[in-house]
Nanobody, 123 residues
Framework: QVQLVESGGGLVQAGGSLRLSCAASGRTFSSLAMGWFRQGPGKEREFVAA????????YYADSVKGRFTVSRVNAKNTVYLQMNSLNTEDTAVYSCAADLGTVPVRQETVDYWGKGTLVTVSS
């Protein structure tokens, strides 16, 4: 199986930046398409960003376009989410996701999940 461990969450003021990391193990990392989802207080879990196996294609939710950047370094078995210009609406538990087939832009297709890391944005 695949194990995913997120890190980098914490408390940040509005307008600030944070970089999340997700380290994968248990399978060849380059065989996995990767993504990020989040669930804020009182909200359903939603797609945030995704990246294909080679890193050549990226996908973003409209709410984060221009502010967030997803990237991966296959030699380090790690996917990143750089978050800039954070606002209080970005407060959520951010979860890393891996998919053996399609790029994970739908939570129903995700094969493996990390446990999540909490990002809190203060006013």
């Amino acid at each position: 199986q695949v194990q995913l461990v997120e890190s980098g969450g914490g408390l940040v003021q509005a307008g600030g930046s944070l970089r999340l990391s997700c380290a994968a193990s248990g399978r060849t990392f380059s065989s996995l398409a990767m993504g990020w989802f989040r669930q804020g207080p009182g909200k359903e879990r939603e797609f945030v960003a995704a990246i294909n196996r080679s890193g050549g294609s990226t996908y973003y939710a409209d709410s984060v376009k221009g502010r967030f950047t997803v990237s991966r370094v296959n030699a380090k078995n790690t996917v990143y989410l750089q978050m800039n210009s954070l606002n209080t609406e970005d407060t959520a538990v951010y979860s890393c996701a891996a998919d053996l087939g399609t790029v994970p832009v739908r939570q129903e297709t995700v094969d493996y999940w990390g446990k999540g890391t909490l990002v809190t944005v203060s006013s």
